[in-house]
T-cell receptor, first 112, second 110 residues
Framework: NAGVTQTPKFRVLKTGQSMTLLCAQD?????MYWYRQDPGMGLRLIHY???????AKGEVPDGYNVSRLKKQNFLLGLESAAPSQTSVYFC???????????FGPGTRLLVL | GENVEQHPSTLSVQEGDSAVIKCTYS??????FPWYKQELGKRPQLIID?????GEKKDQRIAVTLNKTAKHFSLHITETQPEDSAVYFC?????????FGKGTSLLVTP
């Protein structure tokens, strides 16, 4: 039982490049979330999903896209990376919005 | 979006003292209030949560209180230990998501 895993752990991109971050959970959770964490800013919600095939915008969705084709996976895409997207990205999942969210280990992204 | 304000941003206490972190929220429909602890370089992990049908919840040295009328909730850590040093986040649900406070960096000095 791996819980929530994220791939990759660390990535360096040049401005304008694209990439996809993968989140996987093996707890059969319906809800999945992508956050970014910047110093002094807490955890800000980018996008979330309430079930397979659904996605919704969070607080800071601009510049990101997501897909939830399978219940256990939630992908976060950056089509054209910008230095402002340098951050630590956390994925999380839960059974319901009113229960524990389990976080992945994070992906550290540096955009030059 | 709905805001969660958290204070203080940093807190330094001596080992054995108590620590209190306070949060306020704006969404009157919020009914779930978790607290997460994040150690340096690690992922956030839930330490305690409270729902709107209770005013207080305790788990060993950690307690959380909720005042729905005033829209504020607090985390209390008693008999602090060096391993309590971390960043603590409060959160409140809004719709299908959680809104997090900006965090409190707690340092417990021996």
């Amino acid at each position: 039982n791996a819980g929530v895993t994220q791939t990759p752990k660390f990535r360096v991109l040049k401005t304008g490049q694209s990439m996809t971050l993968l989140c996987a959970q093996d707890m059969n959770h319906e809800y999945m979330y992508w956050y970014r964490q910047d110093p002094g800013m807490g955890l800000r919600l980018i996008h979330y999903s309430v079930g397979e095939g659904t996605t919704a915008k969070g607080e800071v969705p601009d510049g990101y896209n997501v897909s939830r084709l399978k219940k256990q996976n939630f992908l976060l895409g950056l089509e054209s990376a910008a230095p402002s997207q340098t951050s630590v990205y956390f994925c999380a999942s839960s059974f319901t919005p009113w229960e524990t969210q389990y976080f992945g280990p994070g992906t550290r992204l540096l955009v030059l | 979006g709905e805001n969660v304000e958290q204070h203080p941003s940093t807190l330094s206490v001596q080992e054995g003292d108590s620590a209190v972190i306070k949060c306020t929220y704006s969404d009157s429909a919020s009914n779930y209030f978790p607290w997460y602890k994040q150690e340096l370089g690690k992922r956030p992990q839930l330490i305690i949560d409270i729902r709107s049908n209770v005013g207080e919840k305790k788990d060993q040295r950690i307690a959380v209180t909720l005042n729905k009328t005033a829209k504020h909730f607090s985390l209390h850590i008693t008999e602090t230990q060096p391993e309590d040093s971390a960043v603590y986040f409060c959160a409140a649900n809004s719709g299908y998501a959680l809104n997090f406070g900006k965090g409190t960096s707690l340092l417990v000095t021996p």
